[in-house]
């Protein structure tokens, strides 16, 4: 499945380099290069559903803990862009912040034989507990409404990418674990006061994919508001808003 996702955002990040040449013969080609700077927030999350499928929760009957959940997986991310255009084409820089709103809580994963529902981990983020995105996206627009149409006031156009960026994390995850040699669970260990269980250090760095659905709004050609949602590591909506610069517009759909 991975291997999928890649391969998407791969031909997304293509769209940079293979759009101008989708222009129509009857248009120009030397259309001038825009540049945004934007700022942007988004709020992401994974479905409930999808996690049940790998971990219990407390709609089942024999869930342990009274009164606690498996945690909602969400958070929300601001940052900012740099993007540049050419007829159909962009591609963007992104640095952000995002944060994740997790609670602490039991997380346990379902086996494929015998269920145990006592092996599970507690897990509570420190406060802040987040990271710090920096990446690159590439995305082909598909115009709904052009600016010609409206004589220059508005465009509307379908966009399409997606890319790859690198996440650095901030803060940290406390975990508990079962005890092996009690056999008590993670859950009562933390009622109890029980420290919590020494991690073995993961990659403080991960890599973040990106897949981006959305509509541009363009006001006069000089502020862009763009309403994405999609995949960035986790499910997301979101919307960017900015600045258009550089070259007038001069050759396109003239
Ligand atoms: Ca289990």
């Not at 030397?30 to 479905?47: C, I, S, T």
């Not at 598909?142 to 600016?147: C, G």
């Not at 010609?148 to 940290?172: C, N, P, R, S, Y």
């Not at 092996?180 to 009562?188: H, I, L, R, W």
Request: with cysteine; aromatic share 12%; proline share 6%.
């Amino acid at each position: 499945m991975s291997a999928a996702w890649w391969a998407i955002a791969c031909v997304a990040v293509g769209a940079l380099s293979s759009g101008p040449a989708q222009a129509s013969a009857g248009e120009a080609t030397d259309a001038p290069w825009k540049f945004e700077l934007n700022a942007r927030a988004r709020y992401m999350g994974v479905p409930a559903g999808v996690m049940d499928g790998w971990f219990h929760s407390a709609k089942d009957p024999e869930w342990p803990v009274v009164g606690s959940d498996r945690p909602k997986i969400q958070g929300a991310a601001y940052g900012a862009e740099f993007l540049f255009s050419r007829d159909n084409s962009m591609g963007l820089f992104y640095v952000e912040f995002a944060q994740s709103f997790m609670k602490e809580g039991y997380w346990d994963d379902r086996e494929d034989g015998t269920a145990s529902y006592i092996d599970g981990s507690w897990l509570r983020p420190t406060p802040l507990f987040g990271a710090v995105i920096v990446g690159m996206n590439g995305a082909y627009d598909a115009e709904l409404v052009r600016l010609t149409q409206t004589d220059g006031k508005f465009g509307l156009a379908f966009e399409v990418g997606g890319g790859l960026g690198l996440a650095t994390l901030i803060g940290h995850m406390e975990e508990w674990k079962q005890d092996p040699s009690t056999g008590e669970p993670a859950y009562q260990l933390v009622a109890n006061g029980m420290p919590s269980t020494p991690k073995n250090l993961h990659s403080p760095v991960w890599p973040t994919l990106d897949v981006n659905l959305g509509f541009k709004l363009n006001f006069a050609d000089h502020a862009i508001l763009r309403l994405e949602a999609g995949i960035h590591d986790a499910f997301y909506v979101g919307a960017a808003l900015g600045g258009r610069f550089g070259s007038p517009s001069r050759s396109r759909n003239q």
